[in-house]
């Protein structure tokens, strides 16, 4: 685990990437790494291979999802541990389905920032909740292109360590708006 003893605060940038200590994240980053040629490339999305993926344990926490440069982000797909969180296929899900409008809102503004300044995103702590039920857990997401480089895409690993029940919406709220969420430049994974 790298952990600083210090917390960052949150949307900012940081030179290099801190307190996680989720495997998983470590072997995607690995992974992005093995595919870039550049430091400061964005990695296309069509480098990045399933069968690899699935090889290193990481196909079913990974999700993708376009960021179109106007209109509102659409997930095209999910693993199955991401799937199983959200009770259906993200497959053709814009943020608005999936979300309450804050929450939207807040993550379609952080994905169009990322693939316009080639960011990535680190986070830990309360993962998205869901009525009820709500997860706690690591977030890795990297920008990612096309080849022709006309659409713009995310791509995350997110890697749940536990549930957590309670019928209180605005006690979940509460707890989501303590996740931390940063942000570091591409060439400085």
Do not use: C
């Not at 400061?40 to 480098?47: G, N």
Request: zero cysteines; aromatic letters at 10%.
């Amino acid at each position: 685990m790298i952990f600083t003893g210090r917390v960052p605060d949150q949307e900012e940038i940081y030179d290099k990437i801190e307190n996680i200590s989720s495997e998983k994240i470590f072997r995607f980053l690995g992974y992005r790494k093995s595919k870039r040629t550049r430091p400061t490339e964005v990695p296309l999305k069509d480098d990045l291979d399933p069968i690899d993926m699935s090889r290193l344990g990481l196909l079913p926490n990974i999700w993708l999802a376009e960021v179109p440069s106007v209109g509102r982000p659409v997930y095209r797909l999910g693993g199955e541990q991401i799937t199983d969180v959200f009770g259906r296929s993200l497959r053709g899900a814009s943020v608005d389905e999936l979300f309450d409008s804050k929450t939207a809102d807040r993550v379609a503004n952080r994905w169009h920032r990322m693939v316009t300044e080639n960011l990535a995103s680190v986070g830990w702590g309360v993962v998205y909740p869901q009525r009820t039920t709500f997860r706690v857990g690591e977030r890795l997401i990297l920008p990612a292109r096309d080849e022709s480089s006309s659409k713009n895409f995310v791509i995350g690993l997110t890697d749940y360590r536990s549930e957590v029940q309670d019928d209180r919406a605005e006690h979940a709220e509460r707890v989501f708006d303590t996740s931390i969420v940063y942000f570091v430049p591409i060439d400085r994974l």
